[in-house]
């Protein structure tokens, strides 16, 4: 199984991707078990303060954008329509996500997780992988600093390197 993203919660809760949606174990071990009521094409979750979990949605064939969505006592809610990568929240009410190649900030309301405003373009070029949807290529730490991965240049060059760093191929 495919491993998309995990989480660990400040009650020793680990939450993760594992085949098709979201699982949960203890810190101290056992066996996975399935979240109630989240997405089943959730990926690359994060578990908020309080508690919640907030994670990533892919699109569909009819709505190609994908979303941030947040699952509170057992219920899914939308947050973020048109997000080409999974959110991260900080404190004190910070929603960073990427879409359209830049990396945006948003303010939001801490309880319910609502845009306050219109979201600010922070970093771009970000990258966005065309192999694993979603991927945030960035992280920002508790305090707000952000570290991004910009666009890879193109056209880009695979080489075989030997143990010496020499190249094979």
Same mark, same amino acid.
């Given at each position: 199984?495919?491993?998309?993203?995990?989480?660990?919660?400040?009650?020793?809760?680990?939450?993760?991707?594992?085949?098709?949606?979201?699982?949960?174990?203890?810190?101290?071990?056992?066996?996975?078990?399935?979240?109630?009521?989240?997405?089943?094409?959730?990926?690359?979750?994060?578990?908020?303060?309080?508690?919640?979990? +907030?994670?990533?949605?892919?699109?569909?064939?009819?709505?190609?954008?994908? !979303?941030?969505?947040? %699952? &509170?006592?057992?219920?899914?809610?939308?947050?973020?329509?048109?997000?080409? !990568?999974?959110?991260?929240?900080? +404190?004190?009410?910070?929603?960073?996500?990427?879409?359209?190649?830049?990396?945006?900030?948003?303010?939001?309301?801490?309880?319910? +997780?609502?845009?306050?405003? *219109?979201?600010?373009?922070?970093?771009?070029? %970000?990258?966005?992988?065309?192999?694993?949807?979603?991927?945030?290529?960035?992280?920002?730490?508790? +305090?707000?600093?952000?570290?991004?991965?910009? &666009?890879?240049? &193109?056209?880009?060059?695979? *080489?075989?390197?030997?143990?010496?760093? &020499?190249?094979?191929?």
């Amino acid at each position: 199984d495919n491993i998309v993203g995990g989480t660990w919660g400040p009650d020793g809760i680990i939450v993760g991707v594992r085949g098709r949606g979201l699982m949960r174990v203890s810190s101290a071990g056992g066996t996975p078990t399935p979240v109630q009521g989240a997405n089943p094409q959730a990926s690359w979750p994060q578990r908020l303060p309080d508690g919640r979990i +907030l994670y990533w949605v892919p699109g569909t064939a009819t709505d190609p954008a994908g !979303s941030i969505r947040v %699952l &509170e006592n057992g219920a899914e809610r939308l947050v973020i329509s048109g997000a080409a !990568s999974a959110g991260r929240f900080v +404190l004190p009410g910070y929603l960073f996500w990427g879409r359209g190649g830049q990396l945006l900030v948003q303010s939001v309301n801490v309880t319910t +997780l609502a845009p306050l405003g *219109e979201p600010l373009p922070l970093a771009r070029p %970000l990258y966005q992988s065309v192999v694993a949807a979603g991927y945030p290529a960035f992280d920002v730490s508790p +305090l707000g600093s952000v570290a991004f991965f910009p &666009e890879l240049p &193109e056209p880009m060059q695979f *080489e075989w390197l030997g143990r010496r760093g &020499e190249t094979l191929g």
